[in-house]
């Protein structure tokens, strides 16, 4: 049996003995209950959900019969809801940088920060191979009389062959000693040598403290590039700072958070660089 059955057997019920009642009541049933249904459906859906409806229209267009949203109902988030955004913002900015540019430079900041990682992808390729190539040594800095210099400069970088790597001297003699101590110090695991003018580098075999080594490296090169990063994100702060007394506190604090949004997603981008760059020198 059917809702609508089960109703006219109840009203039939009720208005025994007096046809004409009953007929009423029925009628009154039937243009009732369809608006009573979308009420009960309007009622258990989240408000921004519920909209006012036509739920019932009679053949010949003379009535019409709206069921409308039902009393507001706030839904709160739960425990574990509330755990999973814990620690993340809820909202992000997008302020549009030619709109503030009078107070500071958003897209040069950014360019900033993005040179920031472009800096460290340049030195993972360059510097953190298993295989130590003649390129790796290209930019090891090298403090001569006239300031630090890399290596490529003050001497000729060759591959004498797949277990050694020669640098040439000849041209700065003077700076061979420091060379040799900034080979030394670079954090790749080399042990130069010196014939004369000609700095040998025997290039280390893989092993898993090798490894190990440029793992750490890789992490310590990314710590200098996060000190980089917020450097960045200071000075560009201290500009705004300038502007405290000429623009309203709201617009100030929006554009803090935009840098500092800028500022974290750098450094998610660094730190999944680092995680890729571990999981190739582990293997």
Not at 117 to 145: C, H, M, Q, W, Y
Request: hydrophobic fraction near 40%; glycine fraction near 4%; include cysteine.
């Amino acid at each position: 049996m059917n809702l609508n059955d089960r109703w006219q057997g109840v009203i039939s019920g009720c208005f025994q003995g007096s046809s004409s009642v009953m007929a009423l009541g029925l009628k009154c049933f039937r243009m009732l209950h369809p608006a009573f249904r979308n009420y009960l459906a309007a009622s258990i859906k989240p408000v921004s959900e519920v909209t006012l409806k036509t739920v019932h229209e009679r053949q010949h267009g003379h009535r019409q019969y709206v069921a409308y949203s039902a009393v507001p109902v706030r839904h709160f988030a739960t425990k574990k809801a509330k755990a999973k955004g814990k620690g993340h913002s809820q909202t992000r900015v997008n302020i549009n940088a030619a709109l503030v540019e009078d107070i500071i430079n958003l897209e040069e900041v950014n360019e900033e920060m993005k040179s920031v990682i472009e800096a460290l992808k340049d030195n993972f390729n360059k510097t953190l191979n298993i295989r130590t190539s003649p390129g790796s040594l290209d930019k090891i800095a090298v403090v001569t009389a006239d300031g630090k210099l890399a290596l490529n400069q003050i001497g000729q970088i060759s591959m004498k062959s797949p277990q050694l790597i020669l640098v040439n001297m000849a041209s700065f003699p003077e700076c061979t000693a420091a060379a040799i101590k900034a080979i030394r110090e670079s954090g790749m695991n080399l042990n130069p040598e010196v014939e004369g003018m000609l700095i040998r580098v025997p290039i280390p075999q893989v092993t898993r403290e090798h490894r190990e080594t440029l793992v750490k490296l890789a992490k310590q090169n990314t710590n200098k590039a996060k000190d980089s990063l917020r450097k960045v994100r200071t000075n560009a702060m201290n500009k705004l700072k300038k502007s405290k007394d000429t623009v309203s506190e709201d617009t100030i604090r929006l554009v803090e958070k935009q840098i500092s949004q800028m500022a974290d997603d750098t450094v998610a981008e660094l730190d999944r660089h680092l995680a890729v760059k571990t999981k190739e020198l582990l293997g």
